[in-house]
Protein backbone atom coordinates (compact mmCIF):
# COMPACT_ATOMS: atom_id res chain seq x y z
CA UNK A 1 0.00 0.00 0.00
CA UNK A 2 0.95 3.26 -1.21
CA UNK A 3 2.14 5.74 2.08
CA UNK A 4 -0.94 8.25 0.58
CA UNK A 5 -3.26 5.58 0.35
CA UNK A 6 -2.42 5.00 3.57
CA UNK A 7 -3.13 8.19 4.95
CA UNK A 8 -6.30 8.28 2.97
CA UNK A 9 -7.82 5.00 4.77
CA UNK A 10 -6.42 5.74 8.05
CA UNK A 11 -7.67 9.37 8.28
CA UNK A 12 -11.18 7.62 6.66
CA UNK A 13 -11.28 5.24 9.55
CA UNK A 14 -10.84 8.13 12.01
CA UNK A 15 -13.54 10.30 11.03
CA UNK A 16 -16.19 7.39 10.51
CA UNK A 17 -15.38 6.30 14.48
CA UNK A 18 -14.76 9.99 15.99
CA UNK A 19 -17.80 11.56 13.29
CA UNK A 20 -19.57 8.58 14.06
CA UNK A 21 -20.00 8.95 17.87
CA UNK A 22 -20.79 12.27 17.79
CA UNK A 23 -23.62 11.31 15.52
CA UNK A 24 -24.31 8.80 17.32
CA UNK A 25 -25.26 10.58 20.81
CA UNK A 26 -26.75 13.53 19.27
CA UNK A 27 -28.65 12.72 16.39
CA UNK A 28 -32.87 12.11 17.31
CA UNK A 29 -34.19 8.41 17.86
CA UNK A 30 -30.49 7.05 17.99
CA UNK A 31 -30.16 4.39 20.54
CA UNK A 32 -26.95 6.36 21.69
CA UNK A 33 -29.03 9.70 22.27
CA UNK A 34 -27.72 11.37 24.80
CA UNK A 35 -24.84 9.78 25.48
CA UNK A 36 -22.63 12.82 26.43
CA UNK A 37 -18.93 14.51 26.42
CA UNK A 38 -17.19 11.10 27.94
CA UNK A 39 -18.68 9.03 25.17
CA UNK A 40 -17.75 11.61 22.89
CA UNK A 41 -13.75 11.83 24.28
CA UNK A 42 -14.02 8.11 24.42
CA UNK A 43 -15.22 7.66 20.82
CA UNK A 44 -12.71 9.84 19.61
CA UNK A 45 -9.91 8.35 21.71
CA UNK A 46 -10.46 5.08 20.09
CA UNK A 47 -10.94 6.36 16.84
CA UNK A 48 -7.46 8.17 16.82
CA UNK A 49 -5.86 4.50 18.23
CA UNK A 50 -7.95 2.56 15.08
CA UNK A 51 -7.02 4.41 12.67
CA UNK A 52 -3.50 4.36 13.99
CA UNK A 53 -3.26 0.47 14.30
CA UNK A 54 -5.02 -0.26 10.76
CA UNK A 55 -2.10 1.96 8.84
CA UNK A 56 0.70 2.63 10.85
CA UNK A 57 2.92 0.48 9.71
CA UNK A 58 2.36 2.00 5.75
CA UNK A 59 2.87 5.86 6.55
CA UNK A 60 3.30 5.96 10.20
CA UNK A 61 -0.29 7.25 10.31
CA UNK A 62 -0.05 10.48 10.45
CA UNK A 63 -3.73 11.40 9.79
CA UNK A 64 -3.42 14.94 10.54
CA UNK A 65 -1.88 18.00 8.74
CA UNK A 66 -0.57 19.02 12.59
CA UNK A 67 1.36 16.14 12.93
CA UNK A 68 2.80 15.94 9.83
CA UNK A 69 3.88 19.49 9.57
CA UNK A 70 5.26 19.18 13.85
CA UNK A 71 7.49 16.19 12.29
CA UNK A 72 8.81 18.02 9.30
CA UNK A 73 9.45 21.25 11.28
CA UNK A 74 11.85 19.72 13.23
CA UNK A 75 13.87 17.09 10.61
CA UNK A 76 11.62 14.18 11.60
CA UNK A 77 9.70 14.05 8.15
CA UNK A 78 10.99 14.93 5.06
CA UNK A 79 9.63 17.96 3.75
CA UNK A 80 8.16 16.56 0.13
CA UNK A 81 6.21 14.50 0.96
CA UNK A 82 4.09 16.86 3.36
CA UNK A 83 1.61 18.33 0.61
CA UNK A 84 0.78 14.78 -0.54
CA UNK A 85 -0.02 13.76 3.13
CA UNK A 86 -2.05 16.84 3.81
CA UNK A 87 -3.85 16.56 0.43
CA UNK A 88 -4.79 12.62 0.97
CA UNK A 89 -5.83 13.27 4.63
CA UNK A 90 -8.28 15.76 3.51
CA UNK A 91 -9.63 13.78 1.06
CA UNK A 92 -9.86 10.58 3.61
CA UNK A 93 -11.54 12.93 6.25
CA UNK A 94 -13.93 14.02 3.27
CA UNK A 95 -14.62 10.53 2.43
CA UNK A 96 -15.62 9.41 6.29
CA UNK A 97 -17.76 12.57 6.66
CA UNK A 98 -19.50 10.64 3.84
CA UNK A 99 -19.53 7.26 5.52
CA UNK A 100 -21.15 8.77 8.89
CA UNK A 101 -23.32 10.70 6.49
CA UNK A 102 -25.03 7.63 4.97
CA UNK A 103 -24.72 5.63 8.09
CA UNK A 104 -26.94 7.41 9.95
CA UNK A 105 -28.99 8.40 6.69
CA UNK A 106 -32.43 8.03 8.50
CA UNK A 107 -31.83 10.19 11.57
CA UNK A 108 -30.95 13.33 9.66
CA UNK A 109 -34.59 14.18 8.78
CA UNK A 110 -35.61 12.77 12.70
CA UNK A 111 -33.60 15.73 13.69
CA UNK A 112 -34.50 19.23 13.84
CA UNK A 113 -31.49 20.87 15.19
CA UNK A 114 -29.22 21.97 12.30
CA UNK A 115 -26.23 22.76 14.35
CA UNK A 116 -26.33 19.22 15.71
CA UNK A 117 -26.04 18.08 12.56
CA UNK A 118 -22.96 20.00 11.56
CA UNK A 119 -21.30 19.36 14.41
CA UNK A 120 -21.34 15.28 13.44
CA UNK A 121 -19.01 16.65 10.56
CA UNK A 122 -17.19 19.85 12.13
CA UNK A 123 -16.55 21.54 15.09
CA UNK A 124 -17.54 24.85 16.42
CA UNK A 125 -16.98 27.18 19.48
CA UNK A 126 -18.83 27.02 22.37
CA UNK A 127 -18.26 30.94 22.83
CA UNK A 128 -17.38 32.85 19.42
CA UNK A 129 -14.28 34.70 19.87
CA UNK A 130 -11.86 35.17 17.03
CA UNK A 131 -9.25 35.27 19.96
CA UNK A 132 -9.77 32.75 22.10
CA UNK A 133 -10.98 29.95 19.70
CA UNK A 134 -7.56 30.31 17.85
CA UNK A 135 -5.64 30.65 21.18
CA UNK A 136 -7.60 27.32 22.36
CA UNK A 137 -6.72 25.21 19.26
CA UNK A 138 -3.52 26.40 19.24
CA UNK A 139 -2.96 25.29 22.82
CA UNK A 140 -4.59 22.01 22.60
CA UNK A 141 -2.67 21.28 19.33
CA UNK A 142 1.06 22.35 20.76
CA UNK A 143 0.07 20.08 23.79
CA UNK A 144 -0.68 17.15 21.45
CA UNK A 145 2.34 17.72 19.47
CA UNK A 146 4.57 17.74 22.63
CA UNK A 147 3.14 14.78 24.53
CA UNK A 148 3.21 12.90 20.89
CA UNK A 149 6.82 13.65 20.48
CA UNK A 150 7.60 12.71 24.17
CA UNK A 151 5.74 9.15 23.46
CA UNK A 152 8.75 8.34 21.29
CA UNK A 153 11.09 8.50 24.14
CA UNK A 154 9.16 5.89 26.10
CA UNK A 155 10.40 2.45 26.03
CA UNK A 156 6.52 0.95 25.13
CA UNK A 157 5.80 -2.17 23.43
CA UNK A 158 5.50 -1.26 20.19
CA UNK A 159 1.87 -2.48 19.50
CA UNK A 160 1.03 -0.42 22.45
CA UNK A 161 1.69 2.77 21.04
CA UNK A 162 -1.27 3.62 18.87
CA UNK A 163 -3.49 2.78 22.54
CA UNK A 164 -1.46 5.49 24.36
CA UNK A 165 -1.89 8.36 21.18
CA UNK A 166 -5.50 7.30 21.65
CA UNK A 167 -5.15 7.87 25.66
CA UNK A 168 -3.56 11.15 24.86
CA UNK A 169 -6.18 12.59 22.07
CA UNK A 170 -9.08 11.78 25.23
CA UNK A 171 -7.20 13.35 27.73
CA UNK A 172 -7.09 16.41 25.25
CA UNK A 173 -10.80 16.07 24.79
CA UNK A 174 -11.84 15.35 28.68
CA UNK A 175 -9.53 18.44 29.82
CA UNK A 176 -9.47 20.94 26.83
CA UNK A 177 -11.77 19.87 24.64
CA UNK A 178 -14.94 21.97 25.98
CA UNK A 179 -13.92 25.38 24.13
CA UNK A 180 -13.75 24.65 20.47
CA UNK A 181 -14.83 21.14 20.15
CA UNK A 182 -10.99 20.38 20.05
CA UNK A 183 -10.09 19.90 15.96
CA UNK A 184 -6.69 19.78 16.77
CA UNK A 185 -6.58 18.26 13.11
CA UNK A 186 -7.19 20.63 10.32
CA UNK A 187 -8.31 17.37 7.86
CA UNK A 188 -10.40 16.26 10.59
CA UNK A 189 -12.75 19.74 10.62
CA UNK A 190 -11.99 20.85 7.03
CA UNK A 191 -12.72 17.31 4.93
CA UNK A 192 -15.84 16.39 6.60
CA UNK A 193 -16.91 20.08 6.60
CA UNK A 194 -16.38 19.70 2.37
CA UNK A 195 -18.84 17.10 2.39
CA UNK A 196 -21.33 18.84 5.29
CA UNK A 197 -21.87 21.24 2.31
CA UNK A 198 -22.01 19.01 -0.71
CA UNK A 199 -24.48 15.99 0.55
CA UNK A 200 -28.12 16.32 0.32
CA UNK A 201 -28.49 16.46 4.23
CA UNK A 202 -31.91 16.99 5.45
CA UNK A 203 -32.55 19.84 7.23
CA UNK A 204 -28.84 21.29 7.54
CA UNK A 205 -27.73 24.52 7.65
CA UNK A 206 -24.42 26.42 5.94
CA UNK A 207 -21.32 24.88 6.66
CA UNK A 208 -20.62 27.96 9.09
CA UNK A 209 -17.33 28.72 6.53
CA UNK A 210 -16.11 31.77 7.94
CA UNK A 211 -15.34 29.79 11.60
CA UNK A 212 -13.58 27.22 9.62
CA UNK A 213 -10.47 28.71 8.75
CA UNK A 214 -9.44 28.82 12.99
CA UNK A 215 -9.73 24.80 13.30
CA UNK A 216 -7.39 24.54 10.12
CA UNK A 217 -4.71 27.83 10.82
CA UNK A 218 -4.38 27.43 14.69
CA UNK A 219 -3.89 23.27 14.96
CA UNK A 220 -1.11 23.93 12.18
CA UNK A 221 1.01 26.47 13.51
CA UNK A 222 -0.50 24.58 17.51
CA UNK A 223 1.50 21.95 15.90
CA UNK A 224 4.81 23.06 14.55
CA UNK A 225 4.97 25.26 18.23
CA UNK A 226 4.99 22.36 20.14
CA UNK A 227 6.91 19.71 17.97
CA UNK A 228 9.88 22.81 18.39
CA UNK A 229 9.14 22.95 22.23
CA UNK A 230 9.57 18.84 21.99
CA UNK A 231 12.78 19.62 20.02
CA UNK A 232 14.45 22.57 22.63
CA UNK A 233 13.41 21.21 25.64
CA UNK A 234 13.85 17.49 25.62
CA UNK A 235 16.41 17.34 22.97
CA UNK A 236 18.33 20.59 23.30
CA UNK A 237 18.47 22.03 20.23
CA UNK A 238 16.58 24.36 17.73
CA UNK A 239 16.47 27.20 19.83
CA UNK A 240 16.34 30.05 17.80
CA UNK A 241 14.13 28.04 14.90
CA UNK A 242 11.53 28.24 18.59
CA UNK A 243 12.31 31.82 19.32
CA UNK A 244 11.64 32.83 15.81
CA UNK A 245 8.29 30.84 15.56
CA UNK A 246 7.12 32.34 18.96
CA UNK A 247 7.60 35.74 17.66
CA UNK A 248 5.71 34.79 14.49
CA UNK A 249 2.93 33.55 16.63
CA UNK A 250 3.01 36.32 19.36
CA UNK A 251 2.62 38.35 15.88
CA UNK A 252 -0.64 36.29 14.63
CA UNK A 253 -1.88 36.05 18.12
CA UNK A 254 -1.88 40.09 18.88
CA UNK A 255 -3.36 40.79 15.59
CA UNK A 256 -6.42 38.75 15.93
CA UNK A 257 -6.79 39.96 19.51
CA UNK A 258 -6.50 43.71 18.28
CA UNK A 259 -9.24 42.35 15.54
CA UNK A 260 -11.20 40.54 17.61
CA UNK A 261 -11.27 44.09 20.14
CA UNK A 262 -11.96 46.28 17.06
CA UNK A 263 -15.02 44.17 15.92
CA UNK A 264 -16.51 43.79 19.30
CA UNK A 265 -16.75 47.13 19.84
CA UNK A 266 -18.01 47.84 16.94
CA UNK A 267 -20.75 45.57 17.62
CA UNK A 268 -21.11 46.18 20.85
CA UNK A 269 -20.09 50.66 21.15
CA UNK A 270 -21.20 50.51 24.84
CA UNK A 271 -18.73 47.43 26.08
CA UNK A 272 -15.29 48.76 27.11
CA UNK A 273 -12.60 45.74 27.04
Known amino acids: ?15 IFGG ?21 ALGWAFAVAMGVYAVGQFSGAHLNPAVTLGFASIGEFPWADVPGYIVSQIIGAG ?17 ENADVKLAAFST ?26 SIGA ?15 V ?29 LPIAGKRDSNWSYAWIPVAAPALG ?17 GVLAVFSVFVLIVLGVLYVMNKRDTEVSNPDVKN
Do not use: C, Q
Not at 24 to 36: D, Q
Not at 154 to 168: A, H, K, Q
Not at 223 to 239: K, M, N, P, T
Open 1 to 15: MSIYLAEVIGTMILI
Open 170 to 198: GAIGLSLGGTTGYAINPARDLGPRIAHAL
Open 223 to 239: GIFGSLVYRSGFLGEGY
Open 124 to 149: DPAIPNRFANFLSEFIATAVFLLVLN
Open 20 to 40: GVVANVNLNKSKAEGGGWIVV
Open 95 to 111: IGGAVVYFHFLGHWKET
Open 154 to 168: NEFTEGLNPLIVGFL
